[in-house]
């Protein structure tokens, strides 16, 4: 079985300040890993996903991510925050192989971007 | 646009009525999946479906059957729906491969409220 835990709940940034979103996780088996963003009142979308090969995941909005096999993290990253990332971000896992592709998500993490 | 409608989109309910939520997508995929969306607890696993007439429970199924009886609807049925079934209800696809991992992709949601 898998569980992730996102360490922090709430996350405010200044615009244009660098952001880090942190994700542990836990698992027996190899693992796939995932971030998503949910803006207000909307689905999640796809942010970024590791499967194998580089530890470095580029993703869309200029997000990256970074697999430490390790320390069992995935941590999100962001160099420089705009206001419009303001949002509800979700890490999830997978082991490889279990049954039905089903994922695990942590918690959340809001981020807060003020001007 | 992972061709995924969920319908309705806000709905009302009394205690001790049954609720369906529709899922319908467009693109043929053999896994779906019904999460559900709380403050707090992120999103958890309800059922899920690996094929027409093939589906499983997840992690917090008490109180809800599904049923698939094509490929491309997934319905959620909430037999007799009490409070705590007050949430945000998510559909999902999902892609497995070597390209994809176990990518999951979620529809826009269903808010639905028990008094």
């Known amino acids: 079985a898998q569980s992730v835990t996102q360490l922090d709940s709430q996350v405010p940034v200044f615009e244009e300040a660098p952001v880090e979103l942190r994700c542990n996780y836990s698992?027996?088996?190899?693992?796939?890993l995932f971030w998503y963003v949910q803006y207000p009142n909307q689905g999640l979308q796809l942010l970024l996903k590791?499967?194998?090969?580089?530890?470095l995941v580029k993703g869309i909005n200029g997000f990256e991510a970074e697999f430490n096999k390790s320390k069992t993290s995935f941590h999100l990253r962001k160099p420089s925050v705009h206001i419009s990332d303001t949002a509800e971000y979700f890490c999830?896992?997978?082991?490889?192989?279990?049954?039905?592709?089903?994922?695990?998500f942590g918690q959340g993490t809001e981020l807060s971007v003020k001007p | 646009d992972a061709g995924i409608t969920q319908s309705p989109r806000h709905k009302v309910t009394e205690t001790g009525t049954p609720v369906t939520l529709r899922c319908h997508q467009t693109?043929?995929?053999?896994?779906m999946y019904w999460y559900r969306q709380d403050p707090g607890h992120g999103l958890r696993l309800i059922h899920y479906?690996?094929?027409?007439?093939?589906?499983d429970k997840g992690e917090v199924s008490d109180g809800y059957s599904v049923s698939r009886s094509k490929t491309e609807d997934f319905l959620l049925t909430l037999e007799s729906a009490t409070s705590s079934q007050t949430s945000v209800y998510f559909c999902?696809?999902?892609?497995?491969?070597?390209?994809?991992?176990?990518?999951?992709?979620f529809g826009e949601g269903s808010w639905l409220t028990v008094v």
């Open positions: 999830a896992v997978s082991g490889i192989n279990n049954q039905g592709g089903k994922l695990i």
């Open positions: 698992s027996s088996v190899s693992v796939y």
């Open positions: 590791y499967l194998s090969g580089s530890t």
């Open positions: 693109e043929n995929h053999r896994y």
């Open positions: 479906s690996y094929g027409v007439k093939d589906t």
């Open positions: 999902a696809i999902g892609q497995r491969g070597p390209d994809s991992g176990n990518t999951i992709y």
